[in-house]
C-alpha cells in the first residue's frame, strides 16, 4: 500500500491500482477507483479498515467486480442507473461494526420517501415574479457561501467549510451555482461534482437560507446545473440525500429523479451518522 495525504487529514491509498480514501469525518472508507478488484485486494482493504477501527467500506462498482464484492461479504445497499458512461453501479457496502447498519428513525424516513414518490415528475420552471437570479458561483462568493453552510449545517460530510477546498474546485471539479437577491445576498446554492470520466454528476450541498424556504429556490437551481450538465455531455445525474429530511428529497422526486435505495449511516452531518437515500436522473431526455 502507498499513500498520499487529503483535506481534513484524510489520506488516500493505492492498493495495486486500486484508490482509496479514508475518511475519518465520515468513519469509512470510499474505494474512489478500482480496475477489476480482485477478492484478495478486497479482503486485504477489509482488515485494513478494521485495523482503523473505521465503520464502512464503500464502493460504487461494476457488473464485472461485483461478485467479487459479494464473496467478500458485502451487501448492495442500492443502485446508480448509467454512472459508468451509462453502464449500471451497484452501490456495495461492507460494515465493520454491526451498529453501523441499523436504521435510526426507520418509519419516519420511510413516510418521507412516500410522500416524494407522490410528487414524482410535478416539477414546472416558473420564473415569473422571481426576486432573485440564478448564477454560477465566482471565487468573491465563497465566503458567503461558507456563511450560509455554517447557518445550516452544524457540521458535514465534506469540506463545504473550508475557503481552499472550495476555491481549488470552484467550477473545476465541481460546478456550483447560487441564488442571490436583489441586494446581492447569497440566499440558495447546489453544485454538481464532476466525474468527466464516467459522464456522470453527483448533485450535492444543497442549501437554502432557512429565510427563504418554500419558494422553489432550489428547485429552480437543480434545473439550472441540469441544463448546464445536458449541454456539457453528461449522461446521468445522481443524488445523495438525507432520508430523515423532507424537503430535497421532494425536490429530487418533482425533478424526476428515480428512487434506487438507502446508504445506511453514511455521512455524518448535522452532528450525527444519517441515512442517504439514492436518487438518480438520466438527462438524455430532458
Not at 483535506?7 to 486500486?18: A, M, P, R, S, T
Not at 460530510?157 to 470552484?170: A, C, G, H, K, P
Request: hydrophobic content about 35%; glycine content about 4%; overall charge positive.
Amino acid at each position: 500500500m502507498s499513500t498520499s495525504s487529503c483535506q481534513l487529514n484524510n489520506y488516500y491509498i493505492k492498493i495495486g491500482k486500486d484508490k482509496i480514501c479514508v475518511d475519518y469525518v465520515n468513519s469509512c472508507v470510499k474505494i474512489i477507483k478500482f480496475h477489476n478488484m480482485s477478492f484478495q485486494n478486497i479482503k486485504r482493504l477489509i482488515h485494513f479498515v478494521s485495523k482503523q477501527r473505521l465503520g464502512k467500506i464503500i464502493c460504487n462498482c461494476d457488473i464485472e467486480c461485483l461478485d467479487n464484492f459479494i464473496k467478500a461479504g458485502f451487501q448492495m445497499e442500492g443502485k446508480i442507473d448509467g454512472y459508468f458512461k451509462g453502464e449500471d453501479a451497484f452501490c456495495m457496502s461492507y460494515f465493520i461494526f454491526k451498529n453501523r447498519k441499523s436504521y435510526n428513525e426507520h418509519s419516519k424516513e420511510d413516510l418521507i420517501l412516500r410522500q416524494s414518490l407522490n410528487k414524482k415528475d410535478t416539477f414546472n420552471y416558473n420564473d415569473a415574479n422571481l426576486n432573485y437570479h440564478i448564477r454560477n458561483a465566482s471565487e468573491s462568493d465563497i465566503k458567503d457561501m461558507i456563511k450560509l453552510f455554517f447557518r445550516v449545517f452544524p457540521t458535514y460530510s465534506s469540506e463545504i467549510f473550508s475557503e481552499d477546498y472550495l476555491r481549488s474546485t470552484l467550477n473545476k471539479k465541481v460546478l456550483y451555482k447560487v441564488a442571490v437577491d436583489n441586494d446581492g445576498r447569497i440566499i440558495g446554492t447546489a453544485s454538481a461534482d464532476l466525474d468527466r470520466e464516467n459522464l456522470n454528476a453527483e448533485i450535492t450541498n444543497c442549501v437554502t437560507h432557512p429565510h427563504y424556504r418554500n419558494k422553489g429556490i432550489l428547485s429552480n437551481i437543480i434545473y439550472s446545473l441540469e441544463l448546464d450538465l445536458k449541454n456539457m455531455g453528461f449522461i446521468t445525474l445522481y443524488s445523495l440525500s438525507r432520508a430523515i429530511h423532507p424537503g430535497i428529497n421532494f425536490v429530487l422526486s418533482k425533478h424526476g429523479y428515480t428512487f434506487r435505495g438507502i446508504l445506511v449511516n453514511n455521512c455524518n452531518i448535522c452532528g450525527a451518522f444519517e441515512d442517504m437515500n439514492i436518487w438518480v436522473k438520466n438527462i438524455n431526455n430532458i
